[in-house]
C-alpha cells in the first residue's frame, strides 16, 4: 500500500526550531515530488513548497521561502520540514502530498494524516 | 498565480446538482486539480487534469474548463459529499490552492 505517514504533533515556544517528517512507503520514493500544505486552524490549504527527492530540486512558495527548510532523505524514504525559529503564527497542522505521476506534479494523490504543530508565545 | 473560488458557501439539499467555479488570474494549462477535505481528515483527490476523475471518484463528480475558468460539478448530491473542496492550480510556481467552498446540508 502507497502511504505517507508523518510524525506526531507537536507543542513548541517561539524561537524554537522544528523539524517534522513525512515517511513513504509503497513506492519508489525518489521517483515522486512530495509537497507540504499549511492549513491554519478553520482556514483554507496553503501551497509551502515542494522537493524532488531524485535530485532535491525544491521550489518554495514565496510566502514561506526563507522561513522554512524542504529536505528530503532517499535512504530513509523521508520528508521533512523544518523552522529554526518558530512564530507563533505558525500554528496549524502540516500536510506532506505526493504527487501523482513520476517526475511531474500534475496532482497530489497522496496524502499523510497531518502534523499539527502549536506554537505558544 | 491567484485562484479565486466561488462561492465559499454552499447549501444545499441531498439530490441537488450543484456546480463550483475557480477563476484565474491568468491563462493556465491543463494542469488544474480538484480536492474534497472532511472535517479532521487530509484532502482527497477528486479529478485532476481538469477533467480526470481519480481512482475510485463517483461518476457524479465532474470538472471541466479552460484559460481561466474551471469547475466542479456534484451531480446528485449524496449526504458523504458534504464538505469544502478546493481547486488547485499546478501549472505554474508557486502552485495555489483556491480559497475552499463548503457545502453544508440545507
Known amino acids: 500500500e502507497v502511504q505517507l505517514v508523518q510524525s506526531g504533533a507537536e507543542a513548541k515556544k517561539a524561537g524554537e526550531s522544528l523539524k517534522i517528517s513525512c515517511q513513504g512507503s509503497?513506492?519508489?520514493?525518489?521517483?515522486?515530488?512530495i509537497g507540504w500544505v499549511r492549513q491554519m486552524p478553520g482556514k483554507g490549504l496553503e501551497w509551502m513548497g515542494i522537493?524532488?527527492?531524485?535530485?532535491?530540486?525544491?521550489k518554495y512558495s514565496p510566502s514561506f521561502e526563507g522561513h522554512v527548510t524542504i529536505s528530503a532523505d532517499k535512504s530513509s524514504n523521508t520528508a521533512y520540514l523544518q523552522w529554526s525559529s518558530l512564530k507563533a503564527s505558525d500554528s496549524g497542522i502540516y500536510y506532506c502530498?505526493?504527487?501523482?505521476?513520476?517526475?511531474?506534479?500534475?496532482?497530489?494523490?497522496?496524502w499523510g494524516q497531518g502534523t499539527m504543530v502549536a506554537v505558544s508565545s | 498565480i491567484q485562484l479565486t473560488q466561488s462561492p465559499s458557501f454552499l447549501s444545499a439539499s441531498v439530490g441537488d446538482s450543484i456546480t463550483i467555479t475557480c477563476r484565474a488570474s491568468?491563462?493556465?494549462?491543463?494542469?488544474f486539480a480538484w480536492y474534497q477535505q472532511k472535517p479532521g481528515k487530509a484532502p482527497d483527490l477528486l479529478i485532476y487534469?481538469?477533467?480526470t476523475l481519480q481512482t475510485g471518484v463517483p461518476s457524479r463528480f465532474s470538472g471541466s474548463g479552460s484559460g481561466t475558468e474551471f469547475s466542479l460539478t456534484i451531480s446528485g448530491l449524496q449526504p458523504e459529499d458534504f464538505a469544502t473542496y478546493y481547486c488547485?492550480?499546478?501549472?505554474?510556481?508557486?502552485?495555489?490552492f483556491g480559497g475552499g467552498t463548503k457545502v453544508e446540508i440545507k
Open positions: 487534469d481538469v477533467s
Open positions: 491568468q491563462g493556465i494549462g491543463s494542469y
Open positions: 522537493i524532488y527527492p531524485r535530485d532535491s530540486d525544491t
Open positions: 488547485q492550480q499546478l501549472h505554474l510556481y508557486p502552485l495555489t
Open positions: 502530498a505526493r504527487a501523482a505521476v513520476p517526475g511531474i506534479v500534475n496532482s497530489l494523490n497522496i
Open positions: 509503497g513506492y519508489t520514493f525518489a521517483s515522486y515530488w
